[in-house]
């Protein structure tokens, strides 16, 4: 009975090194087997997990998202999830109330910001190498291009966000919307305790700068001009091709999707309407997906989008006579 209780433990771990080290201790002696068990639980959970999925026949066990429905880096990731048809298990975070910052949280993400994906237990952060991670790891429906060059642009545009495109949407976003809702939310007090929690002492900077001041926030006026220039870039490219690395539809054209949707939502589309009509047709592309639909159009709110159209709405004149300068 004991060997046979042995055996079907060695058949459920499937990890051959091992196992084939307690099949001979199991033969030589029966205790070393135990012994071999108990002092490396971290690999047979391993193992365990390796062969529970070689037997489901699936690619993975779970994926998990801690997210918010509103955030562009979330949003980026789930379409790359709906794109590859993935099923994922979502943890959303309501950003405004804190939950970022909760320890258990900050352990999976030490900068204390969305996303983060767990990959049957592992902690995958940063929106950008999220994204490369999925696709390394799903690689059936591709969504980088094969060709080097056109990879080496995808690269480029998605290097953009991190280069300062995501920084320059959340001082816009804070400067005209988000400040008005932490401020209705909060005493001051409070908001002074949340911005304190920020672990990046940089981003504490901009936020404070761009909640005090809103749209006289000197910040805010470089992160209109940033948008500028890569708006110009993009419709420079996307009078020469259909997505923005190419002819491939990649992660280039997801990561930037939700940062056009939230100037959009903002009441800023004037961004592109007026003068960049390849932007504009890009961003009707885009939107007709599927994988829009599911991640952004169906996920977040109406009640959220309406805030951010009423004041972006108010900051809009302010915003497009910076755009007009810079013209
Ligand atoms: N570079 C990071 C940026 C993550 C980030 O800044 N996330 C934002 C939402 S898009 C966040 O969690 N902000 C916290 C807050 O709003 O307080 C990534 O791409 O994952």
Redesign the pocket.
């Known amino acids: 009975m004991k060997f046979l209780i042995e055996f079907y433990v060695i058949s459920l771990i499937g990890n051959k090194p091992l196992s084939d080290a307690i099949v001979i201790s199991l033969r030589l002696l029966n205790r070393l087997t135990l012994l071999i068990v108990l002092t490396k639980p971290k690999c047979l959970l391993r193992s365990f997990i390796e062969n529970k999925r070689q037997r489901n026949g699936k690619t993975h066990l779970m994926l998990e998202l801690y997210h ?1 429905d509103i ?4 949003q ?1 990731v789930r379409i790359i999830l709906a794109e590859k048809g993935l099923t994922w298990t979502s943890h959303e ?1 309501d ?2 109330a ?1 939950d ?1 910052f909760k320890p258990e949280y900050a352990k999976l993400n030490p ?5 983060t994906l767990v990959h049957d237990g592992e902690p995958i ?4 190498i ?1 994204a490369e991670y999925l696709d390394d790891v799903f690689p059936e429906i591709a969504l980088r291009p094969k060709d080097p060059v056109e990879l080496a642009r995808m690269r480029w545009w998605a290097k953009q ?2 280069d300062g495109a ?2 320059s949407i ?1 001082m816009i976003s804070f400067g005209t919307t ?1 400040r008005h809702q932490l401020k209705s939310k909060m005493t001051l007090k409070e908001l002074e305790n949340h911005l304190n929690n ?1 672990p990046n002492e940089n ?1 504490r900077h901009w ?1 404070r700068q761009v909640i005090e001041q809103g749209v006289k926030a000197p910040l805010l006026s470089g992160a209109v001009k940033l948008y500028f220039g890569h708006l110009q870039q993009m419709n420079d490219v996307l009078s020469n091709s259909t997505w923005l690395a190419g002819e491939t539809f990649s992660l280039a054209d997801i990561a930037w999707a939700p940062y056009i949707t939230r100037l959009d939502w903002l009441g800023m589309g004037g961004m592109w309407t007026d003068n960049r009509p390849a932007v504009a047709n890009w961003y009707i592309n885009v939107q007709a997906r599927d994988s829009y639909r599911m991640a952004i159009t169906d996920f977040v709110p109406p009640k959220e989008i309406t805030i951010l159209r009423k004041y972006g709405g108010l900051a809009w004149q302010k915003i497009k006579a910076m755009l007009d300068a810079l013209e």
């Open positions: 918010s955030s562009p880096c979330a980026k975070l950003l405004q804190g970022q900068k204390s910001v969305v996303p952060i940063e929106s950008t999220i966000l991190d995501h920084m959340g988000r920020i981003t936020q």
